[in-house]
């Protein structure tokens, strides 16, 4: 997500050092960007960051912050200019590592056992002035230029045409009756919308990435999005029913249940997050209402 932003805004010197350890995974990066009390309205955020010589002074809080245990880097928003007038201005775009005095993470647990997400505290992290992304004041411009790029990719839909075919292969193995939960009618009929909304979704992104060869977002991201996340549960569903009882939580002993089963239950209660993660689905709907639609 980040790295889109760095190649369109970011320094030469900030590309030369960046760019190729993301490209070779050699460095990981998390998103500080929601916070308490500004997730879906981000513009709200209330993290602060004074010039102070070559240095930002960086205090506040970062939440829902995927990985960041793991994380050498963390891209932030914060307020540089609290008089704005308007909430979107004054925010800028900071390049933080997260091995900086002052970075500290509190973990929390997610519903299905998890510990994937976190806390972020910012107190008195001094980040060097030449970290800062483009210029002061200008960071809800990359932050909606990365958000683009993150919706995209939350479409994931490789990764559900590869669960979508989990579902078939399992669903073929599973008698009931006379044949297999793939040969119920009510059942194949679900496959099918889920494969042929799947397909639908590929051609939308295929047409979205080739717009997007000029360096602009484009805002069908946000249908990616919905569509995408919508199609994540649907399919995470339709393999929980398909493990049925089997659907164990990990861990829960030796027991006489296949493993994709006792994954299935936690894989799903996961991915009940999709919806809401990278802008809600209901804020992606007014996105498409006012900016595709016009309304």
């Not at 350890?21 to 460095?27: F, T």
């Not at 010039?51 to 914060?78: C, M, P, S």
């Not at 909430?87 to 970075?103: C, D, K, N, V, Y």
């Not at 993150?150 to 989990?166: C, D, H």
């Amino acid at each position: 997500m980040v790295a889109p932003v760095i190649m369109a805004f970011g320094s030469p010197a900030q590309q030369q050092r960046f760019l190729p350890k993301i490209l070779a995974a050699e460095e990981w990066w998390c998103q500080g960007y929601s916070e308490p009390g500004a997730g879906s309205d981000l513009a709200s955020l209330k993290m602060r960051a004074v010039r102070e010589g070559d240095h930002y002074v960086v205090n506040g809080q970062k939440t829902w912050t995927t990985l960041g245990q793991y994380a050498d880097w963390i891209f932030v928003l914060a307020r540089t200019d609290p008089s704005a007038p308007k909430r979107q201005a004054g925010i800028s775009f900071l390049l933080a590592e997260m091995s900086t005095p002052g970075i500290t993470l509190r973990p929390i647990k997610t519903i299905d056992g998890g510990y994937e997400v976190n806390e972020v505290f910012f107190e008195d992290v001094r980040v060097p002035a030449d970290q800062l992304v483009g210029e002061e004041n200008s960071g809800w411009t990359y932050a909606k230029f990365l958000l683009s790029n993150e919706r995209t990719g939350i479409a994931r839909i490789g990764t559900t045409k590869v669960w979508l075919a989990q579902v078939k292969e399992h669903a073929a193995a599973t008698r009931t009756g006379d044949g297999t939960l793939l040969d119920d009618p009510l059942f194949a009929a679900r496959v099918a919308e889920a494969e042929n909304e799947l397909l639908a979704l590929e051609l939308t992104q295929l047409r979205v990435s080739g717009s997007e060869a000029d360096g602009k977002p484009n805002p069908a991201s946000s249908i990616l999005k919905l569509k995408g996340s919508q199609l994540q549960q649907a399919v995470t569903e339709l393999l929980l029913d398909v493990a049925g009882p089997d659907a164990l939580p990990v861990g829960a002993g030796d027991i006489d249940s296949p493993a994709w089963a006792q994954l299935a239950a936690p894989k799903y209660l996961n991915y009940r997050k999709v919806s809401i993660y990278g802008g809600t689905n209901e804020v992606q709907r007014n996105i498409v209402a006012s900016t595709i639609l016009g309304l």
